[in-house]
C-alpha cells in the first residue's frame, strides 16, 4: 500500500499557516491534485468530544497557579500578563490519550482513503501540539515527546513557517484579549526552534519573505519532493 504524500504546517499564530494552506490547496486544483484538507485541531478527538460533552473541556483547561506576586507589566503599551497556567496531571493524561487515539484514527484513515487522494494536508499536526503541552506544562524543551511524535504518520513535508514573537503579536493582536502576550510567544517560540531541529521540519522564513515569496517557496520545495514521491511509487 502506497499512502497519499503527507504535507503538514506548523508555527505560531500569525505565521501564515492558513493563507499558505489555501494558496496551496489552489496549487492542487489548477493541477488536477486530489487532495483532503484536515485541520489537527478542529478535526481532534478532543475537540469533537468537546462539542458533544461540553463539560469535557473542563478536563484540559490548564489551572493558574497563584505566585503570590503581582502581574508584571510588560514592555507593550497597556498589556497585562495573567497568573501562570500549569496544566493539571489529569489534563495531561486527557490530552495523551487523545492524542494517541488521534494518531490511530489517522493512520486507520490513511489505510482506508489512501487510493482517494494524492495528498493530505495538515493545518497544524502534532509538533504544534507538543510545543502547547510543553508551555501547559511550564517546560522549557520539547525533547519529552519522542513517543508522541512516532506514533504519527511521518509528513513527507514537514513545514515550520518562521516568524519572530514581535511579528506574531502584530499580526494576531486578538491573543492580547486572551492574556496571552510577548512572553507566551517567546516562550513558545523557543519550543517550536527546538522542535524543528529535533523534529527536522523544513523552515519557510515567514519573517522575512512576502507571502508571495513564501508561496513560490512551497510549491517549488512540494514540487520536488512530491514527484519524487511518485517516481517511487
Not at 478535526?43 to 460533552?53: G, L, T, V, Y
Not at 506514533?151 to 492574556?179: C, M, S, W
Request: glycine share 4%; hydrophobic share 40%.
Amino acid at each position: 500500500m502506497k499512502r497519499p504524500f503527507l504535507v503538514s504546517f506548523s508555527g505560531m499564530d500569525g505565521s501564515g499557516k492558513t493563507h499558505l494552506v489555501i494558496l496551496l490547496r489552489r496549487f492542487f486544483r489548477r493541477q488536477g491534485i486530489s487532495y483532503l484538507y484536515i485541520h489537527s485541531v478542529r478535526d481532534s478527538f478532543a475537540n469533537r468530544i468537546a462539542k458533544k460533552i461540553p463539560s469535557f473541556k473542563n478536563l484540559v483547561h490548564s489551572k493558574v497557579v497563584d505566585n503570590g506576586q503581582e502581574p508584571e507589566i510588560s514592555l507593550m503599551k497597556n498589556e497585562k500578563i495573567k497568573s501562570e497556567k500549569k496544566i493539571s496531571s489529569l489534563s495531561l493524561a486527557v490530552r495523551n490519550i487523545t492524542l494517541l487515539l488521534d494518531a490511530l484514527y489517522l493512520r486507520f484513515r490513511i489505510a482506508y482513503i489512501w487510493k482517494d487522494y494524492d495528498v493530505l494536508v495538515f493545518d497544524r499536526y502534532i509538533y504544534d501540539r507538543i510545543a502547547q503541552i510543553a508551555y501547559l506544562r511550564q517546560k522549557n524543551t520539547v525533547n519529552f515527546s519522542s513517543w508522541l511524535v512516532k506514533i504519527f504518520p511521518r509528513p513527507n513535508l514537514p513545514l515550520y513557517l518562521h516568524i519572530t514573537p514581535d511579528q506574531a503579536i502584530e499580526r494576531k493582536k486578538e491573543v492580547l484579549l486572551e492574556g496571552q502576550g510577548l512572553e507566551y510567544f517567546q516562550i513558545k517560540y523557543n519550543l517550536l526552534e527546538e522542535g524543528k531541529l529535533l523534529w527536522k521540519l523544513l523552515a519557510i522564513d515567514n519573517s522575512e519573505l512576502t507571502l508571495s515569496e513564501a508561496k513560490k517557496k512551497m510549491i517549488a520545495i512540494f514540487k520536488k519532493r512530491y514527484f519524487k514521491y511518485k517516481r517511487k511509487a
